[in-house]
């Protein structure tokens, strides 16, 4: 057998229980990683797109033996190619990419959990979830982890989302879904993991600050690989024994991890050493990765990368918040309007705009609501924002008001609320109404 072939083979054989109680790491494991790439297969000038990083893996795996490559989870919904054909292309393309295990983050419910069952059939590669539960108790991943043998290295990675995932997607066709808490579920994990593995590897869509606090519940993990608070994490922090590792988001960078057995300390912790290579200095693209990346662009470009109007200033997401509101309190003709900050997924850099950065800025299709609502209960959903609301004036707790929001907010406000509020659901998609707004009246 050609020795590539051999290698391939190797790389990719799930091997659950395996029995290895080795002291000594055979040789390097070079971990790669990505997290929250939400739909970016296409380069820009910010992202490298799929067929850099493929590229920069493949050299990779040329230059050293046991390599994995990783992703985090929320891989889809973050730009038009994504949305359009709900997540499917994305997987495709990872498929091209060579991952060997992804993790189910919150985004990959933005089209209902039944939608997982067609990206698992598609992805080549495993999608993990140990805390993610269907309605029927069931987990929802292709498997809670796996145990790899990377050319004789045993490398177990376990797969965890945010509990929080409930209030983060939409309600509608998720019905029913539980979220167990992750130290929960390493508490049982762990224990019957750890033996059988050389390296123990948390994937987790859990956010910086939290996959800190694991590290240091939890010291039998070697390596955190973490997302969704697209934490540029420069170099992975050591927390005592476990390292935390996280390569920021929609591919501006590629984590690149190495681990190897400290010398002469046979027992002692794994040495973790890592770095982020930024999306300029990757690989040349990879064309096969870059025909099939055109291929599924090329059917939404017709629509997208049509110029709507032009900036002569950059505006930030925060800066974008209060435009956004505006617009929306003016098409449904409400005195306020409200658009949570964390649904804003991109920002405007100086020139043209066109279709396609209204799409980022907006990937979901979510439409806009009226909302009539209680100026009691108006305080506590404008509490949930990450930092003092700064377009509302006072709100009196006994009026009613009327709002312009999205259908992300709405249905989230209707399982907290109750009948306290009233919503109609104008059905009209909020990113056609700001690529028409601004298309007229500029930004
Ligand atoms: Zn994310």
Redesign the pocket.
């Known amino acids: 057998m050609h020795p590539a072939l051999l290698f391939k083979l190797a790389t990719t054989f799930l091997l659950i229980g395996l029995i290895s109680t080795s002291a000594v790491l055979a040789q390097e494991l070079v971990i790669v990683h990505t997290?929250?790439f939400?739909g970016h297969i296409q380069e820009t000038q910010k992202y490298a797109g799929a067929a850099r990083i493929t590229a920069e893996v493949k050299a990779i795996r040329e230059n050293n033996e046991a390599v994995i490559f990783l992703d985090a989870?929320?891989a889809i919904?973050?730009t038009p190619v994504s949305s359009m054909f709900e997540g499917e292309p994305i997987f495709e393309v990872m498929n091209t990419m060579g991952y060997d295990v992804g993790l189910l983050?919150?985004?990959e419910f933005d089209h209902g959990y039944r939608k997982i069952e067609r990206f698992r059939d598609i992805a080549e590669h495993p999608l993990l979830t140990a805390n993610a539960y269907g309605p029927d108790g069931e987990l929802l991943g292709d498997a809670p982890y796996v145990i790899l043998d990377i050319a004789g290295i045993a490398v177990g990675i376990i797969g965890l989302v945010t509990e929080d995932s409930p209030k983060l997607f939409s309600p509608v066709g998720n019905e029913g879904l539980t979220f167990a808490a992750p130290a929960e579920r390493l508490d049982v994990l762990i224990p019957e993991i750890r033996p059988q593995v050389d390296v123990l590897i948390l994937l987790a869509?859990i956010g910086h600050e939290e996959e800190l606090a694991l590290a240091e519940q939890f010291q039998a993990l070697d390596l955190i690989i973490g997302?969704?608070?697209?934490t540029l994490v420069e170099q992975p922090i050591q927390v005592g024994r476990t390292a935390v590792a996280q390569a920021h988001?929609y591919g501006t960078h590629l984590g690149l991890i190495r681990v190897n057995r400290a010398p002469g300390k046979p027992a002692g912790p794994l040495q973790i050493r890592g770095k982020l290579l930024k999306a300029k200095d990757l690989a040349e693209p990879d064309p096969r990765v870059e025909n099939l990346v055109a291929l599924f662009e090329s059917k939404v470009e017709d629509e997208v990368d049509v110029q709507i109007s032009e900036t002569t200033r950059a505006y930030s997401k925060i800066e974008l918040q209060p435009i956004l509101e505006s617009i929306l309190a003016q098409a449904a003709g409400t005195e306020l309007g409200f658009y949570n900050r964390r649904g804003i997924r991109d920002e405007l850099s100086v020139g043209p705009v066109t279709a396609r950065m209204l799409w980022n800025i907006e990937p979901f299709g979510n439409t806009l609501v009226r909302m009539r609502i209680k100026g009691k209960d108006l305080i506590v959903l404008l509490a949930q924002e990450p930092e003092l609301h700064h377009s509302v004036p006072d709100i009196d707790p006994d009026r009613q008001y009327h709002l312009a929001t999205n259908s992300y907010i709405a249905s989230h406000a209707e399982l907290a609320f109750g009948d306290d509020i009233e919503t109609v659901d104008t059905g009209l998609l909020i990113r056609d109404i700001l690529i028409q707004h601004i298309k007229a009246n500029g930004l």
Do not use: A
């Open positions: 997290n929250d939400h989870g929320d919904s973050g983050g919150n985004h869509h997302g969704h608070s697209h988001q």
